[in-house]
Structure formats: C-alpha cells, structure tokens
C-alpha cells in the first residue's frame, strides 16, 4: 500500500500528522485484506497504528472512510504501474502478459486471501455504499484500461477481449485462493495466451482484407513484467 502523498508535509507538524495518516492506511490494508474490512474494529487499527483516536478521527470520519481510502490507494498503485509501462513505449501485448504474470505472482504468494476488491464488494453489498461504489470505479477504469490495450493490436471486437480477460483475471483470482494456486496462474496464463492468439488474428485478418498479400507481424513477447501494487 505505498504511494500515499504527504500533502501535510513541511508545515509545522505536518510530517509528523501525513506519517500517522500514512500509517493507519497502511495498517489499515494489511488488517483488512487478511482478516476483512467488517471484522477490524477502531480500536485495534489505532493500537497497531500506534496512533490516537483523536488522530484517527482527524483523518477518517469513521471506519469505513478508511476502507474507502484504502481501496483507493490499492487502486491508485495499480494505476501508476500500469501507467509507468504504457508511458515506456511497452508494446500492448507486452502490458497484458505483464499483467498476467503479477497476478499470478500474487495467486502464489504467501498470505493471499484473493481479490482485494471483490472481498470488499462482498463485504458492502450496498451498490449506494461509497467502498462498494469506489470498487465499481476501479473495475470500470480496469476494464476500460485493458479494452484499449486489446484495441492497439486491433480494434475489431476489443471490448469482448476485455471483458473476456476482465472475467479469466476474476476467475484465477478467486480459484487460486479456494483451490490450488499453482493451477490456476497456469490456466490463467493459457487463457491469456489464447485470447492474444485470436484477438490478433482478427487484426491480421483485418489487414488481410484491406490490403491482401500484404505480410503480418508476430506478436511481440515481453516477460517478466512487474505490475501489482505492492503488498496487495
């Protein structure tokens, strides 16, 4: 959960305020995501935070303001590292593997309860409440996110392959947290493959039909790229 802005910082005491606020989200997100937004109560996240309920309620007007603040800060990671590799000319293809890769990673690594925003939908049913609203922005930027990726290589059906991808990433969340992880990063790789496989066929037959004769490209591979908020 990094990357939080010290906006207080330099004035007076406001390093020492923006490290508390910045130390009960962190607290905050590690607590949430293994034991859940409900189950946390104020008290414990001021005793682990080492901070007081004065300076709690100085930053979050309750509970469920922090939850809020922390689903955005997952988000705002998410963003800024898939940004930083649309921003180094990393070809599309490149980006969706790379984020297939990370998801995988975190399937497979020590302590992973699952989605961190679908656990928090389910907690807050409530389509009016503001965490379940805030997971509903991030999904919708996500999906929007990846569709364009989908539309660089070709825009013929994008928004099928996002969703189709949206939908393999919820799965293989959800399936390497109930059942075995190592089978489903691999079923989630397979699957992301074979959507690149056949979304860039319609591009090459796109080009076929415009101008035939003409020779394809093949689809550039670039592993091993890192994309996932830290600690998520």
């Excluded at 898939?82 to 980006?95: F, K």
Aim: net charge negative.
């Amino acid at each position: 959960m990094d990357g939080m802005t010290k906006t207080e910082a330099g004035t007076g005491t406001g390093r020492r305020v923006s490290a508390a606020r910045e130390r009960l989200l962190r607290t905050a997100g590690q607590l949430f995501y293994a034991e859940g937004l409900h189950t946390v109560g104020v008290d414990r996240l001021v005793a682990e935070s080492k901070v007081t309920n004065a300076t709690f309620y100085r930053h979050f007007r309750s509970k469920e303001d922090l939850a809020v603040a922390y689903i955005g800060s997952v988000d705002e990671a998410i963003r800024t590292q898939i940004g930083a590799l649309t921003a180094a000319d990393v070809p599309a293809d490149g980006i969706l593997r790379g984020i297939g890769a990370s998801l995988v990673e975190q399937i497979r690594s020590p302590g992973y309860r699952g989605c961190a925003f679908l656990n928090a939908a389910a907690e807050f049913p409530d389509p009016d409440h503001p965490v379940h609203r805030a997971v509903v922005r991030h999904r919708a930027w996500f999906l929007r996110t990846i569709t364009g990726l989908f539309a660089e290589i070709t825009a013929a059906e994008a928004e099928h392959a996002g969703r189709h991808f949206v939908m393999l990433r919820d799965g293989a969340m959800s399936a390497g947290y109930l059942g075995d992880p190592v089978l489903a990063g691999d079923t989630l790789l397979r699957g992301i493959e074979g959507l690149l496989r056949i979304h860039a066929a319609r591009g090459h037959d796109e080009r076929a039909a415009s101008a035939p004769g003409l020779p394809t490209a093949a689809a550039t591979e670039i592993p091993d790229i890192e994309c996932a908020p830290p600690g998520a």
